[in-house]
């Protein structure tokens, strides 16, 4: 595959913004880094430990980040608050963020409903799982902190060991293999799955279109052997309105070489070109260079 030239002098730095410990975005930088320095080692990506989607929005309007992993949630707030801003633009989705509540296997909890009042674990503020959480239960006609006992954590580490010490009732996390999931799925205790049923998903697209259908695919949790239908968003890479086109094209470039590589690990899985595509509004929201490398290789016209 061949590089634009400007890129074959010197490395390309790479300032990325992505979450702290215990949710999705940081296992999911870490092996986006390891796999792209497989491929191109031109590309030097620093990741930039932060508060999570909310403050790498922010970061990357003033920025002071060059990419950002932000949620579907946050980036349609980012939009709605401000529209005469340069856009962020999108590099890749990450994956699918699928959104539900996790209990323990032995608890007496199996609907949405039967939660109301009781001491929940939110994610921590300002993160995209967090702003998701809000509008599903918005969708439902239902106030986080007024219905439930909220619990918001400084860490994602801490949400599923409340839940497993009985502290705490369910636990709210989106993303393929949620890491506070895959804790408590792997105990012996063993964990059950909450989603919101047909008609609640009826009632919170209604009111929130931008929420799509999602599923979880059978068996992505230990014990969890039907797939669970609910609603979330695709989750992003994006990029500074400024971001060098030279930049966006060689990380498209390196991605898609991934991609068709054969060395996509679980984390990176859908991380592709076509689910990009998919997920966004139009190919204007697309990074220049990016679209510039998808017209290229024929994915655009």
Known sequence: ???????????????????????????????????????????????????????NARLLQAGDIDMGLVSGEVLYEWRAANPGAPPLKVVSVIYSAPGLF????????????ELEGRPVVW??????????????????????????????????????????GARAAALWGSGRRWPGFVEMA?????????????????????KYSFLAPLTVPASLYPGQYDPIATVGTWSFILA???????????????????EHAAVLTRQLAQTTA?????????????????????????LVR
Do not use: W
């Not at 996790?102 to 409903?113: F, Q």
């Not at 219905?147 to 801490?158: Q, T, V, W």
């Not at 792997?186 to 008609?199: C, K, L, M, T």
């Open 1 to 55: 595959m061949i590089f634009p030239a400007v890129s074959r002098a010197r490395a390309l730095s790479i300032r990325l913004g992505t979450s702290i410990e215990g949710g999705g975005y940081l296992p999911y930088s870490a092996a986006l880094v390891d796999t792209l320095k497989s491929v191109d080692p031109i590309l030097e990506i620093s990741p930039l430990q932060t508060r999570g989607s909310n403050e």
């Open 102 to 113: 996790c209990v323990r296997a032995d608890s007496r909890y199996h609907s949405i409903s």
């Open 123 to 164: 994610s921590p503020r300002g993160t995209g799982s967090a702003v998701q959480a809000h509008y599903v239960m918005d969708g439902m006609g239902l106030d986080m902190d007024r219905d439930f006992e909220a619990i918001y954590p400084d860490s994602f580490i801490e949400g599923p060991y409340l839940v497993l």
């Open 186 to 206: 792997s105990r012996p205790i063993g964990a059950r799955f909450i989603a919101p049923d047909a008609a609640e998903i009826g009632r919170i697209r209604a």
């Open 240 to 258: 500074r309105a400024d971001l060098e086109d030279a930049v966006g094209h060689r990380m498209a470039a390196s991605l898609y070489k991934v």
């Open 274 to 298: 076509r689910n990009t595509l998919a997920a966004i509004r139009s190919v204007d929201d697309l990074q220049p260079g990016v679209l510039r490398y998808y017209r290229e290789i024929g």
